[in-house]
């Protein structure tokens, strides 16, 4: 029989495949449970976007024809929004289209990527994928003053050198929820060779109140290096019909999308997209929800003893002091996913998704119980 591991493009057979958070209708179908919850994938807790709904299903009728491949009217949109030209937009099927857009443009056998410890599981995945070496920084340790598990951008920028390509940080950190502040950032940025691309993957970013938090866009200007990537799968609630957007140099954009796949956004999401963006009143409100449900759970991990990591994201993680996948198994027996994070290098927490109100009581009490049984 033909050994196909012998013929792969260099890095295939090193890939460990991404594990996304387990689906309700999976955990129901197992375990023959309903009302289940899940707090798993950084939802939003709210449902879509109602406005966004509404527009993409307007779009449904006319779905025999291929989708505006230029995005030209939500690029208009965001151009108005953040003040930046067309050309400097791309848009992809969720931003980890965009930040594996980044990766194949950049990274090949020979060169490499830097990123934190405890960083996004999608940062492996593509410079692997793309044959390049992943190079791991250190985080900040767990007794860390202010920042437990963050980047420490002096560990990353250590392990730069001339075949480093693309230097990925995310802005809140998942799974950590831990953050970098202006003045870090800043000078990070100056201090990085001009080759180096960076991507600012601030995915949470709209969830954000906390000053001297820095926005990327603000720094298009003056960094020709710079990728920030956003999405419309987190606050806007529009996860399952994959859509986000790059913002960089037109110089950037143009040739990272060059490796775009045609129609890689569909109508559906470019018109939900849209219409979500605008959606202040349902943004507004998820802001809401998630900065009580942070209280409510930092409060409970409290009272029950357990350290948490400080985050600004829609989720938080905590240390249990076990197994985190055993407590995990434990939960979805009482209906509740989380996300268990010892691929993460974190096998004594788990992360949780920020509920409503109502779903955040039920974790606390099934976690109460399992840690007490
Ligand atoms: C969720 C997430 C993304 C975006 O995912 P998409 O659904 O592909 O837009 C990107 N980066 C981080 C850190 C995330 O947590």
């Excluded at 966004?52 to 929004?81: C, F, H, M, W």
């Excluded at 250190?138 to 007794?143: G, I, L, N, S, V």
């Excluded at 940025?189 to 709209?206: C, N, R, S, W």
């Excluded at 809401?288 to 948490?308: D, I, K, P, R, Y």
Aim: proline share 6%.
């Amino acid at each position: 029989m033909t050994d196909f591991s012998t013929c792969t493009a260099p890095g295939i057979n090193r890939l460990n495949p991404y594990v996304p958070g387990k689906p309700i209708d999976e955990l129901e179908r197992e375990l023959g449970l309903s009302e289940t919850i899940k707090l798993a994938s950084n939802e939003n807790p709210l449902g879509p976007s109602p406005l966004g709904v509404e527009a993409a299903a307007r779009t449904i009728a006319g779905v025999n024809q291929y989708p505006d491949d230029s995005g030209y009217r939500l690029k208009a949109r965001l151009g108005e929004k953040y003040g930046l030209q067309p050309q400097q937009l791309l848009l992809g099927a969720g931003s980890s289209d965009v930040i594996d857009m980044v990766a194949r443009t950049f990274l090949s056998p020979g060169s490499n990527a830097v990123f934190s410890r405890y960083s996004f599981a999608m940062y492996p995945i593509y410079t692997t994928a793309a044959g390049a070496e992943c190079r791991v920084a250190a985080a900040y340790p767990p007794d860390h003053e202010s920042m437990p598990y963050g980047h420490d951008l002096r560990a990353m920028a250590k392990l730069v050198d001339e075949d480093t390509r693309v230097v990925f940080i995310a802005n809140p950190n998942n799974p950590t929820g831990t953050w970098l502040r202006v003045g870090e950032l800043q000078r990070f940025m100056q201090d990085l060779p001009e080759h180096v691309v960076v991507v600012l993957d601030e995915a949470y970013t709209e969830y954000v109140a906390e000053e001297d938090f820095p926005d990327g866009v603000d720094w298009l200007a003056t960094f020709p290096n710079l990728v920030v990537t956003r999405t419309f799968s987190k606050i806007y609630g529009l996860a399952g019909l994959r859509i986000g957007y790059g913002m960089a140099s037109a110089a950037l954009i143009d040739l990272i999308g060059r490796v775009r796949h045609p129609f890689n956004v569909n109508a559906p999401a470019l018109a939900a997209a849209e219409a979500a963006l605008d959606d202040e009143e349902f943004l507004q409100q998820s802001r809401e929800v998630n900065a009580a449900g942070l209280v409510q759970l930092g409060s409970a991990f409290t009272a029950m003893n357990l350290a948490w990591i400080p985050s600004i994201g829609n989720f938080l993680t905590v240390h249990l002091g076990r197994s985190g996948a055993q407590v995990y198994q434990r939960l979805l027996e009482k209906g509740i996913i989380v996300r268990p994070v010892a691929n993460y290098d974190l096998p004594e927490h788990i992360r949780v998704t920020v509920g409503t109100q109502v779903e955040n009581q039920r974790f606390i009490k099934a976690l109460q119980e399992v840690l007490a049984a």
